[in-house]
């Protein structure tokens, strides 16, 4: 003690350095200890909030592009030397109007073999008619009459194959279009999206495909689901006619085995009748009468020959070669119209490659409709579910004050992935009374996908998140906080929903990250524990430590 006295007596500032770190402290102490105080009282009144009953709108947000009501790339169906373009690009055209030609002098002959074809499969197709010589009453008269009705029958059924099979290659065809109009849009959805869509695979050795233009993706993403969806109609449309078909074929079955049963027993009765006749008034006795009876025997059976009934075989063959002939005729008179490239609708001439004196081939009109213009947007996965067809829209467009309404009228279940984030295709129709816009630029939408009125609400920050899906919210009553586990409903802006756990009055505490949280306690507790420790090495010195 004495020793340490002495140092201090040696050193006279160190009694000083000693007073600050007191006086330091005490004052620090005693305005950390108001200012916590203050703090305090601040918290008590601004962090909590009264359950009151209100409205909640919850809303998904949502970005994208404007579209055209409707956009046609038109090509020609049969390829040759484009003869005329009636059509500039940015012209309004009409439904119907007339854009380009090929030359159809080909297309005309071919018309005309076909006809040709059809005449002479006519000529060489065998009669349809029953053998006229035999009985004209009792059981042979009725089994002719049979037999006619059962020719008819396979006719009628090999013409109903024929058609059948026709529609079913048309169906086909749109089939196989639609798979190379898929194929080609989904690359335009990875090159404008930057990813492959969800739902098929790659293989890891392929090629990493960049970004594209985010205002694009949109836009192709709507457009291929679009392909998918004409797609699966297509497809359900084949499976249709490929069942319309089967039955068709087995009713042809059907009738050539009935009419080969039916020509069967003519025939049987036939013999047996021109036997016994024979056998009867065949003259005996003389080789004139032997003679007489061979040469009949010979013109019998000729005339019997050419009086069969033709064959259920043989007439469907010969229907089938005239149905065949027609269908040429019928492809022919399609490809001499589709000779005239014509507009499927009121619009606007986007883009134009045909050239007159060029091959029609790979070349096409782009054709915009002039109707109420759309948004092609993309949701979230995390919200898509919240989204509904007829659910109201507001839109603002890059460019353009005015604020547009809209109706969500598609959703695309074909998502597309950029990195992390996995979206889906929402297309949105505006009102009619909406005005005209650039196709194209970029939009904002805000989709109102619920609102509850009357309800009971709390701010959004009370709310918070549990294990499982569970939420709660912490009740301010007496001084004291309680956690209460509660149901929410639709989620605003600035307010949640609460369908169970709480009722009108309760305070809730808010949990807003915005707010500076109490530091009294903690600021005046370094403030002390600071100089203390000063003092400590003020006193190892004293001592002689360190």
Known sequence: MRAALRRLRAHPWLCAAIAFVLAAGGVAGGYFGTRGTAASAATAQTRTETVTTGTVKQTVSATGTLAPAQEEQLNFLVSGQVTTVAATTGQKVRKGQALATVDSAALAAAQAQARAQVAS??????????????SSGGTGGSLTAQVKAAQQQVIAAQHAVDLAQADVDAAQQSVDNDVATNTRLRDAQVAACGSSASDSSTS????????GDPTDCPTAMVAYQASADTLAADLAVLDAKLGTQRSNTKALETAIANLDLLVGRLQSTGSSATGSTHGATAPTGTSNGTGSRSGSSAAAAANSAADQPAGAAQLAADQAAIDAAQAEVTVAR????AAVLTSPTDGR??????????????????IVGTGVQGVAVTVPLAQIDQVKTGQRVTVTADGSRAVLHGTVTAIGLVSSSSGSTTAFPVTVRLDADSPRLYDGVGADAV?????????????NSAVHAGPAGTRTVTVASGGRTTTVPVTVGLAGDDVTEIKTGLKTGQQVVLADLGAQLPS????????????????????RFVRGGN
């Open 349 to 366: 001439v986007a883009a134009l490659e045909l050239e007159k004196g060029a091959s029609s081939s790979g070349r096409t009109i782009t």
């Open 334 to 337: 399609q490809d001499l119209a």
């Open 121 to 134: 499969a006519q000529a060489t197709a065998s009669p349809s008619g029953a053998p006229s010589g035999g």
């Open 204 to 211: 890891s050795d392929a090629p990493s495909t960049s970004a």
């Open 520 to 539: 009294s306690a903690s600021s005046a507790s370094n403030g002390l524990v600071g100089n203390v420790a000063n003092l400590g090495k003020i006193a």
């Open 447 to 459: 989709i109102t996908t619920g609102t509850a009125r009357a309800v009971l609400v709390v701010p």
